[in-house]
């Protein structure tokens, strides 16, 4: 019997050690397999939630339809001209591009990294090491996500403005008796494309890398045919003229021309940004700790480029700029909507038709929209997962389709609430536009100061870093954080009144005392910073 038994049981024991062994290789396989970004993240002590099905290219080419030429430039191209015209233009575009990839560079080598969702908070809490990390990555993170909601806002609501002189040039122009819907009307399309944007960002992160890709391609076919347009059909400039040709407005009451010049900075700065939308998407994205950082250089380059072609024809047709600038014209000042309708009038005699090119705008305005709403629910996703926000347990949650579904309906409800304002004052709503660039460029500046000071002799490189250039492109990108917070900072219009009055100072004394209050209050009693789901062993 006791024979018959040990028998029967060799079997078993070998079925059971052949399935050992077959775990053993199966988890060596997938050990090899893993993704070297997911590996990383589980380093860091995070599990890997979020679907990571985004191909690299696809991360670049989402980073750059956040930035966006399209968007950044047909809304603010006012600004340039209204404060030193081509001038300050042709030459603050190449200046602001210089320090904007020093900027870049120095984000690109911290988040290969860490590549995480949280970005830049975790970047601080990283480099600030154990006694200063949770301070400044509460701080970090508060700033970028007030400049992603608020960054969200001012380009969905630039859309809505945008239609609005769409409507107002295809029913006859505001001088023909065209529809200029009111303020009203404003908020609603603008609550509808919110709406529809929150939608579409709860489908399967897969969807968005063909989104990205459309979105890019948008870009970049719509400034080339803009752009074509307005040199085909227009009359143009001389280049002694573009490079001389200073516009001082006098309705602004500003007479000093280097202070007009840097005012008109402005354009280039609101123009480059959002680009930290790589390292938000970096948890989704495969391999991000070695492409991750190549997807925000791919992005500031390419808008580098693409701004250029972008700039040079408007430049060169914008002759008379004080008409582009009237209200009174037919697309109510908006300049380049304004270029296109005399591109119209005079080759076809029916302006109207200018609304066809009005469209490409549009079309990018609402991709990058789109597309904001993505990284901003991530960033609000990990900013929650670490327990910084109110009700950070609701907002962490995943839908069905591994989506932060809850974060993105409150960067939806967020954003519709920023644009309030504009209903009592246009002026205040400015405030909005103004404090997502501070807020952006001083959480981009805050890592990157870590970097040079705090982690100067202890920084872990990545597989992309630097070398030893870090440090002084590091410094330099410092500096202009400094110098843009200034600029964003300093009044428009003089004499200084009610109307005039910059209120971006305002809004960014409100982040600020928001942000220490509810620190030194409530949230260093229990913030700690990035807080791993995951144990040591697993990871």
Known sequence: MKHLVGHSSSPHHEDLKMEMEARSILATMDEEKIDSGQRRLQELGYKQELKRSMSPLANVAMCFSVVSILTGVTPTYNTGLRYGGPVSIVYGWPIVCFFTMCIALSMAEICSAYPTSGGLYFWSYKLAGRKWGPFMAWMTGWFNIAGLWSGTASVCFSLALLLQVTILVSTGGGNGGGYYASKYVVVCIYGAILLLHGLINMLNIRWFSWLGNIAALWNILGVIMIGAFLLALLPRQKASSVFSNFNQDSSTGIHSKPY?????????????????????????????????????????????????????????????????????????????????????????????????????????????????????????????????????????????????????????????????????????????????????DIAYGLPILLRVTFARRNFVRGPFHLGRFSLIIGWLAVGWVMVSTVLFCLPVAYPVTIETLNYAPVALGGVSMFTLGYWFLSGRHWFQGPVPNIGSAEA
């Open 260 to 440: 007009t010049f840097l005012l008109g900075l402005l354009m280039s700065q609101y123009t480059l940004l959002a680009y930290d939308s790589a390292a938000h998407m970096s948890e989704e994205t495969k391999t991000a700790d070695k492409t991750g950082g190549y997807g925000i250089i791919g992005a500031v380059l390419g808008s580098v480029l693409l701004g250029t072609i972008y700039l040079l024809p408007l430049v060169f047709t914008s002759i008379d700029v004080p008409h582009l600038l009237d209200a009174s014209n037919d697309t109510k000042g908006y300049a380049i909507a304004q270029l296109l309708y005399n591109g119209f009038e005079s080759h076809f005699h029916d302006a109207r038709w200018s609304f066809l090119l009005l469209i490409i705008p549009c079309g990018g305005l609402y991709f990058c929209g789109l597309l904001s709403v993505t990284t901003t629910s991530r960033m609000t996703y990990a900013f929650s997962r670490d327990g910084a926000l109110p009700l950070s347990r609701f907002w962490h949650k995943l839908n069905g389709k591994e989506v932060p579904g809850n974060a993105v309906f409150l960067c939806v409800v967020v954003a519709f609430c920023l644009a309030l304002p504009y209903l009592a004052s246009a002026v205040a709503f400015q405030a909005t536009v103004s404090i997502s660039t501070i807020s952006l």
